[in-house]
T-cell receptor, first 116, second 111 residues
Framework: GAGVSQSPSNKVTEKGKDVELRCDPI?????LYWYRQSLGQGLEFLIY????????KSGLPSDRFSAERTGGSVSTLTIQRTQQEDSAVYLC??????????????FGPGTRLLVL | DAKTTQPNSMESNEEEPVHLPCNHS???????IHWYRQLPSQGPEYVIH???SNVNNRMASLAIAEDRKSSTLILHRATLRDAAVYYC????????????FGKGITLSVRP
């Protein structure tokens, strides 16, 4: 069956450029999460969506990071004026309902971002 | 949030059982215990979760101590494909239960 998909798989960009990362969650999943994984910081939470709303943006590291979700489905994570420390794997996950403590999160393969 | 403590690494032989420990002495009564694993170059994948009782599924078993201050993930017969980083995670009850990952335990499987 179709799982969580992310695009692009890999992205190389120059410092100062903007990038957009896309996540297609499993159909029918209402909760969507963005995480990132870097060598120095491990796996860290960025933002959570319930439907199209983002009630928890507490993990976004700076105002250069933003995300939106449309139609309760696809989500886009945008990083403006990229910096070298933004280099990481950006992971998206979705879960069926409200993302409660007993629910499973299904992860995509990630987008590997390298900022030169 | 309550934290978990795991050894950094563990080695196992193929086709033998593996017991991966996790300590969570500050767990609250409504925290679920989740295990995820991450194979090389892949996103994390769900393994198993429980609240109070031991749990079994097709991938593994989860043994939870009676006082819930520790748990053990059991892989009954390790395969080479089980080599991964295993994360023990506590998830508090409530909506938006984001996953807070620690360093996990790196499992190596010898053929």
């Amino acid at each position: 069956g179709a799982g969580v998909s992310q695009s692009p798989s890999n992205k190389v960009t120059e410092k100062g450029k903007d990038v957009e990362l896309r996540c297609d969650p499993i159909s029918g999943h209402t909760a969507l999460y963005w995480y990132r994984q870097s060598l120095g910081q491990g796996l860290e939470f960025l933002i959570y969506f319930q439907g199209n709303s983002a009630p928890d943006k507490s993990g976004l590291p700076s105002d250069r990071f933003s995300a939106e979700r449309t139609g309760g489905s696809v989500s886009t994570l945008t990083i403006q004026r990229t910096q070298q420390e933004d280099s990481a794997v950006y992971l998206c996950a979705s879960s069926f309902n409200m993302g409660g403590a007993g629910e499973t999160q299904y992860f995509g393969p990630g987008t590997r971002l390298l900022v030169l | 949030d309550a934290k978990t403590t795991q050894p950094n690494s563990m080695e196992s032989n193929e086709e033998e059982p593996v017991h991966l420990p996790c300590n969570h002495s500050t767990i609250s009564g409504t925290d679920y215990i989740h295990w995820y694993r991450q194979l090389p170059s892949q996103g994390p994948e769900y393994v198993i979760h429980g609240l109070t009782s031991n749990v079994n599924n097709r991938m593994a078993s989860l043994a939870i101590a009676e006082d819930r201050k520790s748990s053990t993930l059991i892989l009954h017969r390790a395969t080479l494909r089980d080599a991964a980083v295993y994360y023990c995670i506590l998830r508090p009850t409530g909506a938006n239960s984001k996953l807070t990952f620690g360093k996990g335990i790196t499992l190596s499987v010898r053929p």
